[in-house]
């Protein structure tokens, strides 16, 4: 690069620089000191509390799943209930190698939802008797509602 040219980047860098210091940046941090949230407790009701960074918020907020409105916990709650007691239906025999085990997971190339048949691979998942019993779940919760509170994947 010639002398003309690093001027003509320096000059670019510095532009966009200053647009980068103009922007308006929302803030989106949740929870926010004070601020409400939502969780299932240890009774299996949906309650809240508001943020304080005591111990016990960072806690749920690190090894429970929390949101900002009811509605979601309520939509986790009901998903995670689902799928548990689905796959309740069925008692996975790990020395038969003829019977499929069949899970959900999600496919990040692709993304999407898919279920998946093992017969001797045993993950820390739950397994379905079924695939139709997963497509049943998927049915009734939608599948971006499932990305959203069974898996944990926004957007």
Known sequence: MNKKEYEERITKLE?????LKEAKIEDDEFPKHGQAYWFVGTNGYVVYS???DSTTSNYRKDFLRIFKTKKECERYLEIQVA????SKNF???????NQ?????YYDYDENSLKISG???RRQAILYFESR???????SRFGKEDIKKYYFGIEG
């Not at 799928?83 to 689905?86: G, H, P, T, W, Y």
């Not at 008692?91 to 190698?97: A, H």
């Open 15 to 19: 532009k966009e620089l200053n647009e």
């Open 50 to 52: 508001y943020w304080d």
């Open 83 to 86: 799928f548990k007691e689905k």
């Open 91 to 97: 008692e996975p025999n790990w020395k038969d190698v």
């Open 100 to 104: 499929t085990k069949y899970c959900l």
């Open 118 to 120: 093992w017969s001797t």
């Open 132 to 138: 139709e019993a997963l497509e049943e779940l998927i």
